[in-house]
Every structure is written in C-alpha cells, then in structure tokens.
C-alpha cells in the first residue's frame, strides 16, 4: 500500500481596511485581502474552487463559493507562487474570514488547502 502523496500549499495573507469606499454610519465597512499561494508540493496543482466563511462582529456568517480566484484558475509548478487582491464587506468595524481552496493536482488526485483564520479590522485610532 502506498503513502498518499502530500501536497503543501503555503498560503500568506495580508489585509487592509479600505476607508475611501467605507461607509461606517451605515455600517458599512469594506476590506481588501492579498493572498499569496505557494506549491511547496513534489508536483504541479491547479486551483478549482475556493470556499470562505466571513463572521462579523455580531456573529453573522456568509459562506462564499466560486470557482478560481479572481476570474483565474493557477495552475503552479512545484516551488511556484500565485498573488491576488480581493475584497470584503462587512457591517461591522471587525470580522473574521477563513475557508479552504479545492485543488487537483496533475496526477488527478484531488486536494484541500485549508485557508487559516485572519482578521479583519479598521485601524486603531487614538483619541
């Protein structure tokens, strides 16, 4: 019986709170995500889908799903990287996101690579 082949994908995530297109009176708060993905895998995967779970402050959840990112479906060699920016809108001043992306690698075995929990939140300010 053969070990199943592993297949790390690093993922790194970097957010930023968008105030130019954020309304607080209106409790709208919007947010911008840069996610940077790395095969660290023995061979080459492409990314199907991904699948978000974004909590606001007040414990509502929205589940995202879709296919690729950004309109894009990468396909990665071992050691290569992919970066995107997207977004999100909450309607509280702080939320959380976390999800997995599905991917398949080139041998047809399919996989997950779990996308941890980051935060979203508007800067501190001082008063």
């Given at each position: 019986m053969s070990t199943p082949v592993r297949h790390p994908i690093d993922i790194q995530v970097r957010t930023r709170y968008l105030d130019e297109q954020s309304a607080p009176e209106q409790n709208r708060y919007v947010f911008a995500y840069t996610i940077q993905l790395r095969n660290r895998g023995p061979q080459p995967a492409q990314l199907l889908s991904r699948h978000w779970i974004i909590t606001d402050a007040n414990g509502?959840?929205?589940?995202?799903?879709?296919?690729?990112?950004?309109?894009e479906q990468p396909r990665l060699r071992p050691g290569e990287g992919f970066e995107y920016t997207s977004g999100a809108v909450l309607e509280t001043a702080m939320g959380t996101m976390?999800?997995?992306?599905?991917?398949?690698?080139d041998d047809g075995t399919p996989f997950e690579a779990t996308i941890p929990q980051f935060?979203?939140?508007?800067?501190?300010?001082?008063?």
């Open positions: 509502r959840v929205e589940e995202v799903r879709g296919e690729g990112v950004v309109g976390r999800g997995a992306y599905q991917w398949v690698a935060i979203l939140s508007i800067p501190r300010t001082l008063h």
